[in-house]
């Protein structure tokens, strides 16, 4: 945050949806300080004095703002693709008012300096909250634990190998007992690194069609299989866990993944998984005539796939909904598909393209803010993504039935790889409110 | 020689008695200083010994500690014998504070140092045994890198087998030294709070200690990382604790263990930096122990990793007096395993 909140400030006149109970009520929220002093029916223009910034929402919904858990900010080392400042501009327009940033940058953030370094840069170029997530192992090679401790000291929220497993059973089982101990959140990307190895997209007859090499499915329940096994060996015996310690999968797509998670949390080990909006709104069919910003990973699976992840997501099986948003430059993808770089911008689309679900009537609007704001803020352990008193005012104002067509030329984004360019959507994010402060969108 | 044996508690834990350690007493003659009698031939553990033996070796270690401050240290209980220091692993404060024990109850020393990769299968290890059994020496000491070659050894000789350290198992007289050195300084071990931090999962002389501070009344505390800490050790009569802060209160004695060099570097702790920050041992963290609490260290140490040279050296510290009661006990231990040396 480049300046802390001096004035207070309303929204007034809103429709204010609660990520907790799914209540929608109307009235307003008054923020004073960087927290939500009052909120429900009296707070009107009337009661909230004349010092105070006044939003009238016009019927709009207000809820907290969005947690996304897995964004790739840029720095340092690839400012071409990003910035944390172009991310936050990003992040105001989709409504994500906290981002946990990516280890996976150049070099990675697998040191306390590193962690301290990208705090800095965020007080001083961010306008949202950028978190870091730190580098699970030395490097993200899999070979060496990280300075987990050290790390956690520095302001690392979680510890992620980026987008690649660990693929050392016995390093992964090391990092997670070591984690443990310091009640650390590890992320971890499931993917058999070897079953993955030459696919450039979902293994099945849409690639065959095309030529292209697939992942399977499988590749991603092999390790996370493995995973549950050793979070079942990590945290099974008697004494319990340091506060916080748990594993999260950081984007599961498919449904062997969905069974192995929902069993997991049937035998009672702390587990948690995500989903990215990608998967849960395109399928691999929209790779269409090679179309390379729909090429990520792990990749966009077929139809059934799709569905069941979306199921997941309604009845809470999956916990939380990711952007995943990975800015490319041009270069990187106008080549042939297989050379193509990974990833797609979603920082800006997430909320709308999620809407589209809700307005199928997949999943109800209640349960969708709850996977993008308190579930999130759940598992990270964070006092946001509440719509309560006290909590820190990181608001968004939406309208989710206007609709719009994306442009990706107007993305706030340095990067405009967006699957969704020229896509009719609905929900318009009006305001964003980050720590008290409102942000232009 | 059969494996199985009757069990016996130790802690909570349910433990079979090596039969290497059930061998009746042998009638022999009293000792001359009026002892009951040591009933094992081979000292390979300290698992297997009941409290009296404990006490008996500690109190003629106590002997040997007067016998060590004089001008003439020479005794003559193993006169004419003969001593093999066979040591498969480097060593230095063990292999010469066994080889000036030996001397000082007048045996004749022999120390043989193996490289280690010239021994590197079993079959090696039974006949060096057997080469050197037929030497007729009358006590071997053994330190080997595998855990239970020392017993395998010993199955294959004729004489007194002396475990100077076997692989992740036990070094039976490192513990029976820090028990002497605690008592000393405290008067006794019942009762005390021992907090023994570090590698665990590799720690021979942890293993000991565990076993034989809590045969003697102690309350043990084992700290380290679960990445250092053996599966099940909940269950091996310890309190178990992952840091410092929590490990050290109240502890009446802080016993830290060496790190080694290759197990420092991500394998099982992230880095050397982040061990000494949350393990090492310093003034700050000591504070967290009780205000009379000693600091014990089996050395060789790490400065500024498992401890810092303040506290290594500060006022505290008992490590050069561990070094000292090291050659008392061997010689204790050397003295009660005479008895059952033939004399014919």
């Given at each position: 945050m480049s300046e802390a909140a001096n004035s207070a400030a309303a929204f007034i006149n809103a429709r204010l949806l609660n990520p907790e109970t799914g209540r929608i009520e109307n009235g307003g929220v008054f923020a004073d300080d960087g927290v939500i002093v009052e909120l429900g029916a009296k707070v009107t223009r009337a009661n909230v004095g004349s010092r105070t910034t006044i939003i009238d929402c016009g019927g709009d919904i207000v809820c907290p703002g969005l947690i996304d858990m897995s964004a790739f900010v840029g720095e340092p080392g690839a400012t071409h693709r990003e910035t944390l400042a172009t991310a936050s501009a990003a992040a105001a327009a989709g409504g994500v008012t906290t981002i946990l940033a990516r280890p996976d940058t150049n070099p990675p953030v697998d040191g306390a300096a590193a962690v301290d370094y990208l705090m800095r840069r965020a007080r001083d170029t961010a306008s949202v909250r950028i978190l870091p997530c730190a580098a699970l192992t030395r490097g993200l090679q899999g070979k060496e634990i990280a300075e987990i401790g050290l790390l956690k000291e520095a302001g690392a929220i979680a510890f992620s190998n980026g987008p690649h497993s660990v693929a050392s059973s016995q390093i992964m089982r090391r990092a997670l007992t070591y984690a443990r101990d310091f009640g650390a959140l590890v992320i971890h990307t499931a993917e058999d690194p070897d079953l993955a190895r030459a696919g450039v997209m979902n293994e099945g007859e849409f690639a065959s069609r095309l030529g292209l090499p697939g992942v399977p499915a499988e590749a991603e329940a092999i390790m996370l299989g493995r995973d549950m096994r050793l979070v079942a060996l990590t945290f099974g015996d008697a004494s319990a866990p340091p506060h916080g310690a748990r594993y999260h999968s950081a984007l599961v797509t498919t449904r062997f993944s969905i069974d192995i998670i929902r069993r997991a949390k049937e035998a009672g080990l702390p587990v948690t998984c995500g989903t990215s909006i990608n998967h849960v709104t395109l399928n691999e069919t929209d790779v269409g005539d090679y179309r390379t910003f729909l090429k990520i990973a792990p990749p966009l699976r077929a139809e059934d796939e799709r569905l069941a992840l979306v199921e997941a997501l309604a009845s809470g099986v999956i916990d939380v909904l990711v952007s995943d948003h990975n800015p490319q430059d041009v270069e990187a993808k106008r080549v042939p598909f297989s050379e193509a770089e990974y990833g797609a911008v979603g920082l800006e689309t997430m909320l709308a393209a999620g809407l589209r679900l809700v307005n199928a009537e997949k999943i109800s609007l209640h349960r969708l803010i709850n996977a993008m704001t308190l579930r999130p803020a759940e598992i990270l352990g964070l006092p946001q993504g509440r719509l309560a008193k006290g909590a820190p005012a990181d608001l968004i104002r939406f309208d989710p039935d206007e609709p719009f067509v994306v442009d990706s030329a107007k993305l706030r984004s340095r990067s405009k790889n967006t699957p969704f360019d020229d896509a009719r959507l609905e929900g318009v994010v009006k305001a964003t409110m980050v720590a008290g402060r409102v942000l232009a969108v | 020689m059969p494996a199985s044996g009757p069990t016996r508690s130790v802690g909570q834990f349910p433990v079979r008695i090596r039969a290497c350690c059930l061998q009746a007493p042998l009638a022999l003659a009293y000792d001359a200083c009026m002892r009951a009698p040591f009933p094992h031939r081979h000292l390979l553990g300290i698992d297997g010994l009941t409290r009296p033996e404990i006490e008996a070796l500690l109190d003629m270690a106590e002997d040997a500690v007067e016998v060590s401050r004089r001008v003439d240290k020479k005794r003559s209980i193993l006169s004419g014998r003969t001593l093999i220091n066979l040591f498969f692993e480097p060593s230095t404060r063990t292999q010469a504070s066994f080889e000036l024990a030996g001397k000082r109850l007048g045996a004749d020393v022999m120390n043989m140092s193996v490289a280690t990769s010239s021994v590197t299968k079993g079959e090696t290890l039974v006949d060096t045994a057997v080469t050197l059994n037929s030497m007729r020496p009358d006590v071997i000491v053994v330190r080997h890198h595998h855990s239970g070659a020392v017993h395998l050894l010993a199955r294959k000789v004729s004489c007194s087998v002396v475990n100077a350290g076997d692989g992740s198992h036990e070094h039976p007289t490192?513990?029976?030294?820090?028990?002497?050195?605690?008592?000393?300084?405290?008067?006794?071990?019942?009762?005390?709070?021992?907090?023994?931090?570090?590698?665990?999962?590799?720690?021979?002389?942890?293993?000991?200690?565990?076993?034989?501070?809590?045969?003697?009344?102690?309350?043990?505390?084992?700290?380290?990382?679960?990445?250092?800490?053996?599966?099940?050790?909940e269950r091996m009569g310890v309190e178990v604790h992952r840091t410092m802060e929590s490990g050290l209160r109240d502890a009446d004695i802080v016993m830290m263990l060496r790190l080694q060099r290759e197990r420092m570097d991500g394998a099982f702790v992230p880095s050397l930096k982040e061990y000494a920050r949350f393990f090492g041992l310093d003034e700050a963290k000591l504070d967290w122990a009780k205000p009379d609490a000693l600091v014990m260290h089996p050395g060789p140490i790490n400065r500024g990793v498992e401890i810092v040279s303040a506290v290594a050296d500060g006022p505290r510290s008992l490590i050069n007096e561990q070094v000292e009661m090291g050659v008392a006990v061997r010689m204790a231990v050397l003295e009660a395993l005479a008895q059952h040396l033939p004399n014919e």
């Open positions: - | 490192q513990a029976l030294l820090d028990a002497l050195t605690i008592r000393r300084n405290k008067g006794h071990i019942e009762g005390l709070v021992v907090a023994i931090c570090g590698d665990v999962l590799h720690s021979r002389v942890a293993r000991s200690n565990m076993i034989l501070l809590a045969q003697l009344g102690a309350r043990v505390r084992v700290v380290a990382p679960s990445t250092l800490l053996p599966p099940g050790v």
